[in-house]
């Protein structure tokens, strides 16, 4: 599985981006999908991850800000963030879990100037 993202940029604080993330086949609706990020010099950590379309689990700092959501016809999951903070500067992963074994996208860059 080859995960394909885009929509990362330079965004005011306060400002909205949409992350996109494509998978090369269709992956069925159970497997979970999601994002994670990593700013210089720290750990990847989780952004948010949704399975079957509507279990969805944010990480602390973005719960309220963030909405996950899927489109299960264009194998892509989205990622809305709004509210942004200098503090969610980050390359953005995305990820999925299928039959067992992980897959990461790329990365794009999230920048949030103050």
């Known amino acids: 599985v080859q995960l394909q993202a885009s929509g990362g940029g330079l965004v005011q604080a306060g400002g909205s981006l949409r992350l996109s993330c494509t998978a090369s086949?269709?992956?069925?609706?159970?497997?979970?999908m999601g994002w994670y990020r990593q700013a210089p010099g720290k750990e990847r950590d989780l952004v948010a991850t949704l399975r079957s379309g509507r279990d969805a689990n944010y990480g602390d700092s973005v719960s309220g800000r963030f909405t996950i959501f899927r489109d299960n016809a264009k194998n892509t999951v989205y990622l809305q963030m709004n509210s942004l903070k200098p503090e969610d500067t980050a390359v953005y992963y995305c990820y999925a879990k299928v039959e067992g074994a992980a897959y990461w996208g790329q990365g794009t860059q999230v920048t949030v100037s103050s």
């Open positions: 086949r269709t992956i069925h609706s159970s497997v979970v």
